[in-house]
DNA sequence: TACTCGTGGCC
DNA sequence: TGGCCAAGAGT
């Protein structure tokens, strides 16, 4: 017999369940472990409408774990870009790699998923209570806020996370944690908000010390943020008989394994040397405002108007058809960077 | 532990 | 309109 708290949760889970891709329709079969663990790795620290398009598209071209560990790594990364943290990606190819080697079986215990490549204490949770039906705890950050809430936890984030985790597992039910854990993400994503929480909408209203302190969303509590740096870089444009020359960045570090105009070394550390790949003359093509998460970016994009190629290397990228630069799987401030260029260089309006 | 790592939508 | 926020993981 579960708790109150999580039978009245579970009730309003089955009444008010969100239709997302990913779900098994009420009253069928276990979800595909495939499909649940694809979902929650695009999940991650992303919205469910940005990932919708992406779900949709990884699956038609890659149906099951075994067809996505046989893509090429490239189309992979590039069928992610403008998703973010591109790290995930290849992340996920490994994990598919190596599931694939276990004959297309995904562990079914919250250590063996724990153990894969991309699936952190979350994931592994998420996925053996979801696809597998065991009780697991599972915290993010909905469950964060709606469990800092309902005991009014007063010690700040991150510094709370070990009470929280202790309050998600006292309230965990033996049975049906993945709908449990479910239930908590759609309760945060639809009523218990970060802004302006709909309580009286709320099945846990009754049960919620923050709310009788009547500012329910003070909570969670949390640290002061660092301030973020703002940088200059800059990106450059060399085009030569309808192609661009595009690198590939290094698979550490910020867009790793992406496709990439060149550029001169900005990072979140410090401005770039403004130093182009090869001499000539170049023309300023505007700029880029772009915010990443811990620092902001002005990026100009300069247009090459010079010829001498000989310092373009094979080995160090590729000319890249410029009328199908979609294609090329470019991470969204790279794409922003080659529409101004297109623009300017009046290929396109 | 604290930092790094994207992006788009929201008010 | 700019800071806040999102189904976090890796190091």
């Known amino acids: 017999m579960p708790a109150p708290l999580a039978s009245a949760l579970l009730d309003w889970y089955d009444a008010h369940a969100r239709t997302l891709p ?9 979800p595909d472990p495939y499909r649940v663990w694809l979902s929650e790795v695009m999940l991650q620290q992303t919205t469910v409408a940005a990932v919708k398009s992406y779900f949709a598209e ?15 790594e490239g189309e992979v990364m590039a069928a992610w ?24 079986v995904f562990p079914d215990t ?45 010690e700040p984030l991150p510094g709370s996370r070990p009470a929280i985790r202790r309050h998600a597992d006292a309230i965990t039910p033996e049975l049906r944690a ?27 209203s009754a049960s919620c010390a923050a709310r009788k302190t009547g500012e329910p969303e003070r909570f969670p509590v949390k640290a002061a943020k660092k301030p973020k740096p703002q940088r200059n870089g800059r990106a450059f444009w060399i085009a030569r008989n309808g192609a661009v020359w595009l690198v590939r960045r290094p698979d550490k570090g910020m867009l790793g ?18 130093e182009a790949p090869v001499s000539g003359s170049w023309e300023p093509g505007g700029t880029v405002a772009h ?32 009328e199908r630069i979609d294609e090329a799987g470019l991470p969204t401030l790279f794409a922003k960077a080659a529409r101004l260029a297109l623009v300017s260089t009046g290929v396109e309006a």
């Open 22 to 30: 990913w779900r098994a329709a009420p009253g069928t079969s276990a």
């Open 58 to 72: 990884f699956t038609r071209r890659w149906p099951t774990v075994t067809a996505l560990a046989e893509a090429p």
């Open 81 to 104: 870009a403008g998703l973010g943290y591109y790290a995930r990606a290849r992340n996920l190819l490994a994990c598919a790699r190596v599931v694939a080697a276990r004959g297309g």
């Open 110 to 154: 919250e250590d063996g998923l724990r153990a894969l490549p991309g699936l952190g204490a979350y994931t592994a949770a998420a996925v053996a209570a979801i696809a597998f039906g065991r009780r697991a705890v599972v915290v993010d950050a909905n469950v964060e806020r709606v469990v800092s809430r309902l005991f009014a936890v007063a």
């Open 178 to 204: 993945g709908d449990f854990a479910q239930a908590m993400m759609d309760l945060g994503a639809t009523i218990c908000t970060p802004r302006s929480p709909r309580c009286l909408l709320c099945p846990l």
């Open 257 to 274: 394994g992406m496709r990439a105009l060149p550029d001169d070394g900005w990072s979140a550390k410090g401005d770039g040397s403004g």
């Open 291 to 322: 915010g990443f998460t811990h620092f902001g970016l002005d990026l100009d994009l300069l247009i090459y108007r010079g010829n001498d190629w000989a310092g373009l290397g094979a080995e160090q990228g590729e000319w890249w058809p410029v």
